[in-house]
């Protein structure tokens, strides 16, 4: 299948560290890189050189002197709010790195600005593109292993360099939140969560451990952390007739059924790729995108219902 997006939709980066600059590597290859952005202007020099595209080290400027269709956001959380709402008032869509902002009330007026702007907002929940978490949600709708009962994740490593401004309920949990709620089809019902600190800066929390109550029985369990040293993406997914394992880094999945184990086999996909030929398409195609700025809402709710249910010591209870 080709890499190239459906039409030529041009699209702006806007911070190229840590995992943006993975967005413009993909962008590239897609032929959808129109443009950089990065307060640091040695990168954004070196990747407006590397990658033959203007670079600019001010997103007002970038907006205004660039005909954009989109743009993704992968700052710090603490300033996506401020220029996710600047790139929809200069009529772009806009994909935000996770979180999609720091607290709900902002995720809140965040959404009211696309609809004002008439321009989509979509978030970073990476793993709904992973090929065996696809998999699975198909499996799921198929029913044939059942009802889904027990959703099991451990996600764990130890913290990356640039984080700082949130902890990992909001940085890393996040993304098993989605998950859950994804596969599950709705937003839990009840939160109950602790989570601490371990090693320094203590301001943020750095281990977490959350447990999800849905209708009727369905419960997610989340174990995230930034202690331990190896890199840990699991999901155990319990079903009425049958288990399915899932290493979301190697993308090997494991059914279980009886006393039968089946390993299928796909070819390994970048789920980063999947994730932004998926953002360029839905512009091109003017439709909704996968992940919509609700969803990134209802998971900060659920982040924040953790939170304040590890600090009363009581379960939160989700309207």
Same mark, same amino acid.
């Given at each position: 299948?080709?890499?190239?997006?459906?039409?030529?939709?041009? /699209?702006?980066?806007?911070?190229?560290?840590?995992?943006?600059?993975?967005?413009?590597?993909?962008?590239?290859?897609?032929?959808?890189?129109?443009?950089?952005?990065?307060?640091?202007?040695?990168?954004?020099?070196?990747?407006?050189?590397?990658?033959? &595209?203007?670079?600019?080290?001010?997103?007002?400027?970038?907006?205004?002197?660039?005909?954009?269709?989109?743009?993704?956001?992968?700052?710090?959380?603490?300033?996506?709010?401020?220029?996710?709402?600047? +790139?929809?008032?200069?009529?772009?869509?806009?994909?935000?790195?996770?979180?999609?902002?720091?607290? &709900?009330?902002?995720?809140?007026?965040?959404?009211? +600005?696309?609809? =004002?702007?008439?321009?989509?907002?979509?978030?970073?929940?990476?793993?709904?593109?992973?090929?065996?978490?696809?998999?699975?949600?198909?499996? /799921?709708?198929?029913?044939?292993?059942?009802?889904?009962?027990?959703?099991?994740?451990?996600?764990?490593?130890?913290?990356?360099? $640039?984080?700082?401004? &949130?902890? /990992?309920?909001?940085?890393?949990?996040?993304?098993?939140?989605?998950?859950?709620?994804?596969?599950?089809?709705?937003?839990?019902?009840?939160?109950?969560?602790?989570?601490?600190?371990?090693?320094?800066?203590?301001?943020?929390?750095?281990?977490?451990?959350?447990?999800?109550?849905?209708?009727?029985?369905?419960?997610?369990?989340?174990?995230?952390?930034?202690?331990?040293? $190896?890199?840990?993406?699991?999901?155990?997914?319990?079903?009425?007739?049958? &288990?399915?394992?899932?290493?979301?880094?190697?993308?090997?999945?494991?059914?279980?059924?009886?006393?039968?184990?089946?390993?299928?086999?796909?070819?390994?996909?970048?789920?980063?790729?999947?994730?932004?030929?998926?953002?360029?398409? +839905? /512009?091109?195609?003017?439709?909704?995108?996968?992940?919509?700025?609700?969803?990134?809402?209802?998971?900060?709710?659920?982040?924040?219902?953790?939170?304040? =249910? =590890?600090?009363?010591?009581?379960?939160?209870?989700?309207?």
């Amino acid at each position: 299948m080709a890499l190239t997006a459906k039409s030529m939709v041009r /699209i702006g980066v806007i911070g190229t560290g840590g995992w943006g600059k993975n967005h413009v590597r993909v962008f590239n290859e897609l032929q959808c890189l129109a443009a950089v952005c990065d307060v640091d202007q040695q990168r954004a020099d070196s990747f407006s050189r590397k990658f033959h &595209v203007p670079g600019y080290t001010s997103l007002d400027t970038m907006l205004n002197k660039e005909k954009l269709d989109g743009v993704t956001i992968c700052t710090p959380a603490s300033t996506h709010f401020q220029m996710a709402t600047q +790139a929809l008032a200069a009529g772009v869509h806009t994909l935000v790195e996770k979180p999609m902002t720091t607290n &709900v009330k902002d995720g809140e007026r965040l959404i009211d +600005a696309a609809k =004002s702007a008439n321009r989509f907002l979509t978030v970073g929940f990476i793993e709904r593109f992973n090929p065996p978490i696809t998999a699975l949600k198909q499996m /799921i709708s198929d029913g044939k292993l059942g009802d889904p009962v027990l959703l099991e994740f451990h996600r764990e490593n130890r913290r990356g360099q $640039n984080i700082s401004d &949130v902890g /990992i309920v909001k940085d890393a949990s996040v993304h098993d939140i989605d998950t859950a709620c994804w596969l599950f089809g709705e937003v839990p019902k009840v939160v109950y969560a602790r989570v601490g600190a371990f090693y320094p800066p203590m301001e943020h929390e750095d281990f977490a451990t959350i447990l999800m109550g849905f209708s009727g029985q369905k419960t997610a369990f989340l174990v995230t952390n930034w202690i331990t040293p $190896n890199r840990v993406r699991t999901l155990s997914a319990v079903f009425s007739g049958g &288990v399915v394992d899932v290493d979301f880094v190697t993308q090997q999945t494991s059914i279980h059924e009886g006393s039968s184990t089946t390993v299928p086999t796909r070819p390994v996909q970048e789920p980063l790729m999947l994730e932004l030929r998926g953002f360029t398409d +839905a /512009i091109s195609e003017k439709r909704e995108p996968i992940v919509t700025g609700k969803d990134g809402l209802n998971v900060l709710r659920v982040a924040e219902a953790a939170l304040a =249910s =590890s600090s009363s010591g009581t379960p939160v209870y989700i309207e």
